[in-house]
């Protein structure tokens, strides 16, 4: 520093010693540098990064030989065979090092375990410390109301107080000529129903569509106790909230064909028929012969798809109680199918279908040709190049067969039931009433003459 100090003033000095007109008569020019303003302000601001560069420099060297010191007097005075805590410390460490060795294999071959090891838990360390900085330093403010949105859904209660929501489609309840009520499969709700069925093929067919949410799902409470027959009890109590006189049809997609099969076991007098469609039943199930549960578990690759580890949302519940649902549902799955379902038990006018898709790779159609070997009368409709989804969601074409092959010939719906309309006969001795079934205007009201 001296030394630059120096150069710059003797500049300053030699500057002072020079003539300028001397200079440009002899046709020589000469600038001399800016000692001050500008110049001394960036000669000074180089200092202070030089100098700070140096001081961190110089740090880190003193830190570096300060931890070599450290680990030296670690070495000589602690980590001894013959000190204390080595003695009373020593076999048990390396027990449990001996125990956690595995975790080395996870290490790259040219890593050294003690090191890396080492800044694993420095690293963990540090990790931790700024968790417990950012949960004892809040500033966000808590939440202290919650906006709940309103609901969307018709709702219904049922004789337990909880409430299940409902939507109906298709043509009104007294003009239905067939009514068909849809447990939702996995991962859905009432929303979808059948997806991309269109209201004029209801209409046509003369239809009633009810769909409802499972409870834990939509908007519809949660159940925790619920099994397959209050399953089955949830749709005899929604048939009777929507209006539904006459026997109805269950139609059961995928994971929800469970729900069908429990209102053939718990309900079958209520019933006009089921459909089942792709068809999931449970792997684990007794009665399945070798070949087919060969072939089921062919097509799973993966045994946690039905061991429990799926997941399933819930619009109303929070983390926990959707994890709850899940292995809930998983569960009603396994106990699926367990009960016998003899004749005996079924309404000899009962139409039961079942269709499966030869290309389904989510649900193995042996599924389907299980049903159709344990349930009494199934019609098995086996539909090849489809999938598990392509019959089912957004066809047309197929949605019209699927209600050809269960309803027949479209009838469109019933015809309404008009109350007879009484029409009053006015006379000056007496007044009669007469009913007739078609309006009439009063100009053409005919009198009765004693």
């Known amino acids: 520093m001296s030394e630059v100090n120096e150069s710059a003033a003797w500049r300053g000095e030699f500057t002072g010693l020079l003539d300028e007109d001397v200079g440009k008569a002899n046709g020589y020019s000469y600038s001399s540098p800016a000692v001050d303003g500008g110049a001394s302000a960036a000669a000074e601001v180089g200092d202070w990064r030089f100098q700070v560069a140096e001081f961190a420099k110089g740090a880190a060297e003193m830190s570096v030989e300060f931890g070599k010191g450290v680990r030296d007097v670690m070495k000589q005075s602690i980590l001894r065979d013959d000190s204390v805590v080595m003695r009373k410390f020593k076999g048990p460490c390396l027990k449990i090092l001996g125990k956690l060795s595995f975790l080395n294999e996870y290490l790259p071959e040219d890593r050294d375990p003690v090191r890396a090891w080492t800044v694993i838990a420095c690293v963990w360390v540090f990790l931790l410390a700024v968790l417990i900085v950012n949960i004892t330093q809040t500033t966000t403010p ?51 129903g059948i997806p991309g069925l269109k209201g004029a093929l209801l209409q046509e067919f003369g239809v009633r569509l009810v769909t409802y949410d499972l409870p834990g799902f939509g908007e519809s409470d949660p159940h925790p106790d619920r099994d397959l027959e209050s399953s089955a009890l949830d749709m005899l109590h929604l048939s ?193 009433v007469i009913f007739s079934d078609t309006t009439t205007d009063k100009d053409n009201v005919s009198t009765i003459d004693d």
């Open 142 to 192: 808590l939440v202290k109301k919650m906006k709940v949105h309103p609901t969307s859904a018709s709702l219904m209660l049922l004789p337990d107080g909880r409430r299940l929501a409902y939507q109906e489609q298709g043509v009104p309840a007294d003009q239905a000529r067939y009514s068909m009520i849809i447990p939702h499969s996995f991962l859905s709700s009432r929303i979808a």
């Open 240 to 432: 009777y909230a929507v209006n539904v006189t006459d026997k109805f049809w269950v139609v059961g997609y995928s994971d929800g064909s469970k729900h069908a099969w429990a209102a053939l076991h718990y309900i079958p007098d209520r019933l006009a028929g089921a459909v089942m469609l792709a068809p999931m039943v449970n792997p684990y199930e007794q009665r399945l012969i070798k070949e087919e549960r060969r072939r089921i578990w062919g097509t799973w690759t993966d045994r946690a798809l039905v061991e429990g580890r799926m997941f399933k949302t819930s619009g109303r519940e929070t983390s926990k109680n959707r994890f709850d649902r899940q292995m809930q549902n998983c569960l009603l799955r396994k106990l699926s199918y367990r009960f016998q379902i003899g004749v005996s038990a079924l309404q000899n006018s009962m139409y039961r279908t079942n269709e499966r898709g030869a290309e389904d790779t989510v649900v193995p159609p042996s599924m389907s040709d299980f049903v159709h070997r344990v349930v009494p009368d199934v019609m098995l409709h086996k539909l090849p190049y489809e999938g598990h989804f392509s019959y089912f969601y957004f066809c047309d074409e197929c949605h019209r067969q699927i209600f050809t092959v269960v309803f027949g010939n479209p009838q469109g719906p019933l015809a309404p039931k008009e109350d007879p309309i009484p029409i009053e006969v006015d006379d000056e001795e007496k007044t009669e």
